[in-house]
């Protein structure tokens, strides 16, 4: 483990050689802007926004995790492009703790983003309980959609291409707040959508438990398999 995090901390320092991909650190302080000082006068004059108030902290929340989906994705991309993939290949770390510690930083980064995000915001009471959960698992977004990315292209502009493809699945789930209550988990077919849900039932003091739960089965599922296949892919 001790090794990992070295490696770790060493990739992190290196995915930013990239001078564009540093813009994306001020995402983050963007939307904590909004949420805290845009989002609650807006609430307070337009009463019909009260019902979706859910629905900013879902695009928070979710766009939170995009920053490092982005990175990650295309620093991967890249190290297969110049083929420094094939020399990771050979390290001595098995190619499993090699996407851990690729992972590990971003992933934890993200979760205390989230939760400093919705400790701090002001349009709603959220219990802490369910502030953890959801930080932790929408989260795992990052590793998933990078992995997944990863497994299916070949080149940058492949990338760029799937990337946005991805980001429309992301946010797919979105639409369940606009459909009738019967209609709304036929969107669980999207991982996101359970992150959603679990934020909606926070808002209004309901229990995540079974939500979060889904969502963490789903996530660890889908990151089983795209590691599979990334692995199967990323160092040939």
């Known amino acids: 483990m001790k090794k990992i995090f070295k490696l770790a901390f060493t990739d992190f320092k290196l995915i930013f050689r990239d001078?564009?991909?540093k813009s994306f650190l001020v995402l983050p302080v963007i939307m904590f802007a909004l949420i805290i000082w845009a989002v609650p006068p807006l609430l307070e004059k337009y009463a019909f926004l009260v019902p979706y108030l859910s629905l900013f902290l879902?695009?928070?929340?979710?766009?939170?995790?995009?920053?490092?989906?982005?990175?990650?994705?295309?620093v991967l991309i890249d190290e297969k492009e110049s083929e420094v993939a094939k020399v990771y290949g050979i390290v001595p770390l098995s190619k499993l703790e090699y996407i851990v510690s690729r992972f590990i930083i971003p992933y934890l980064f993200t979760v205390v983003l989230n939760l400093i995000l919705l400790f701090i915001q002001n349009i709603c009471e959220l219990s802490s309980v369910s502030i953890l959960l959801i930080s932790f698992l929408a989260a795992l977004v990052v590793p998933v959609y990078a992995l997944a990315v990863n497994s299916v292209v070949q080149n940058r502009m492949q990338g760029m291409v799937y990337v946005k493809a991805f980001n429309m699945l992301v946010l797919i789930p979105i639409a369940a707040?606009?459909?009738?209550?019967?209609?709304?988990?036929?969107?669980?077919?999207?991982?996101?959508?359970?992150?959603?849900?679990a934020i909606d039932k926070a808002t209004q003091n309901l229990p995540v438990g079974l939500f979060s739960a889904i969502g963490f089965v789903f996530f660890l599922v889908l990151l089983w398999l795209v590691t599979r296949i990334f692995i199967r892919k990323h160092f040939v």
Request: charged share 5%; proline share 7%.
């Open 19 to 21: 001078p564009s991909l």
């Open 58 to 74: 879902v695009v928070a929340v979710i766009e939170n995790t995009q920053m490092f989906c982005f990175i990650n994705t295309m």
């Open 177 to 197: 707040f606009f459909v009738p209550e019967k209609f709304v988990h036929l969107f669980g077919i999207f991982p996101t959508h359970w992150v959603f849900q």
